[in-house]
C-alpha cells in the first residue's frame, strides 16, 4: 500500500481515538484555512507557533513533512499548514499537550543519543532510521514504545489536518461543494446499479 492511500485511509477513520470530533476538526481546519491566507497576502510573513517552543517546532514540521511528503500529485504536510494545524489542536484542546511533549521530547533526545543532535539537524537518513524504528509498533523494540505511541498519534493527526486542508481535499479528488445549474436527477447508471427507478 502506497504512504499516501494509507494517509486517506486514517484520515477516514472514526477520530474517537483522537478525542475531538469531526465537527472540531473542521473548525481547526477552517482555522488554518484563515491562517495561511492571511500568510499568503503578506509576502514574507512566517507563521509564529502559539504552543510549541523553538525546537518543538522544527520538529514538527520535519516529521509532519517525513509522515506526507510532497509528490507529483500534491504538496507536502508543510505545503498544507498540517503544522499550524497541530498547532492549533494542541492549543485548544490540552489533552494531546502531555503526549505531544514528550513525544517530541523523545524523539529528540533519541536523536542526541544515537547522533549527537536534534532531530531536525540530523541527516534525512539518520530521521528515517529513528522513524523506521516508531513507526510499525508491531515490529518496534520495547525500548522504542514512547515513540511508537506518540508517532502513531502523531501520524493521525497529521492525516487528518492534511485531508481536511484545501490541498489533501484536492489529492483525494473531492468534487463536493461545487454548485449545479440545475439538477437532473441521479443518473441512469447508478439507479440501475442499485435496481431503483
Known amino acids: 500500500m502506497e504512504r499516501r492511500d494509507l494517509m486517506k485511509l486514517l484520515a477516514g477513520m472514526p477520530v474517537g481515538a483522537l478525542a475531538i470530533s469531526h465537527g472540531d476538526l473542521a473548525d481547526a481546519a477552517e482555522h488554518v484555512h484563515k491562517v495561511m491566507e492571511e500568510q499568503a497576502q503578506k509576502p514574507g510573513s512566517t507563521y509564529k507557533p502559539k504552543w510549541f517552543q523553538s525546537l518543538e517546532w522544527r520538529t514538527v514540521r520535519v516529521l509532519a513533512d517525513i509522515v506526507i511528503p510532497r509528490d507529483a500529485v500534491s504538496g507536502s504536510a508543510t505545503d498544507a499548514g498540517v503544522?499550524?494545524?497541530?498547532?492549533y489542536i494542541v492549543q485548544y484542546y490540552p489533552g494531546h499537550q502531555p503526549r505531544m511533549r514528550e513525544g517530541l521530547g523523545w524523539l529528540n533526545a533519541e536523536s542526541r543519543t544515537r547522533f549527537?543532535?536534534?532531530f531536525p539537524d540530523a541527516t534525512a537518513t539518520q530521521r528515517i532510521a529513528i522513524v523506521e524504528d516508531i513507526a510499525w509498533p508491531a515490529k518496534a523494540k520495547p525500548a522504542h514504545r514512547p515513540g511508537v505511541v506518540f508517532f502513531t498519534a502523531f501520524r493521525d493527526l497529521c492525516a487528518s489536518g492534511f485531508y481536511t486542508s484545501r490541498i489533501g481535499v484536492k489529492?483525494?479528488?473531492?468534487q463536493g461543494n461545487v454548485p449545479q445549474a440545475a439538477w437532473t436527477g441521479c443518473p441512469t447508471a447508478p439507479r440501475k446499479h442499485l435496481g431503483v427507478d
Do not use: Q, R, S, T
Not at 489529492?171 to 473531492?174: A, L, P, Q, R
Open 83 to 87: 503544522p499550524e494545524f497541530l498547532d
Open 116 to 118: 549527537g543532535v536534534p
Open 171 to 174: 489529492d483525494i479528488g473531492y
